[in-house]
């Protein structure tokens, strides 16, 4: 198997640099606002996401098996609500959901980036500032 021969250096750097600028939008904005999941988590959890959609297409496995491409989002889904859950279990209080569903939508960001779905991931993160910057002013006027 010849290495990146599918997308090549260029459509692979152009995914996931683009999955990691949507982290990197979201995950700022975290960071500003002081959340425990901040910048890293978010580039982390929006490149694993794109890696997991690029490998099987690196790998030519989409090919043989067009099918594959839908179990892999529906795991990456189900392990990252894991991650997210444990941001909220364990608080003597219920602490954390945003940050949990941040977490989430960032590796659907994540996974967008990685099918080369650029336009799409890129009015997400912006779509996911406004709502965690703007929605929290707005929020804390009421």
């Known amino acids: 198997m010849e290495s990146l021969a599918i ?28 959340h425990a999941a901040g910048l890293r988590t978010h580039l982390l959890v929006s490149l694993g996401a794109a890696l997991f959609v690029v490998i099987p297409i690196e790998s030519g ?12 989002i529906q795991g990456v889904a ?15 209080k219920v602490h954390g959901i945003t940050t949990a569903a941040d977490i989430w939508v960032t590796a659907a960001l994540g996974l967008a980036a990685g099918c080369g779905l650029v336009a799409l991931s890129l009015i997400g993160a912006m779509l996911m500032w406004f709502i965690l910057r703007v929605l929290r002013r707005l929020e804390a006027n009421i």
């Open 61 to 72: 496995i989409l090919i043989a098996h067009p099918e594959a491409l839908s179990r892999i």
């Open 7 to 34: 997308l090549g250096w260029l459509g692979l750097t152009q995914r996931l640099g683009c999955s990691l600028l949507v982290g990197g939008i979201v995950g700022w904005e975290r960071e500003s606002a002081r």
């Open 78 to 92: 189900t392990g990252v609500g894991f991650i997210g859950a444990g941001t909220i279990v364990g608080k003597s």
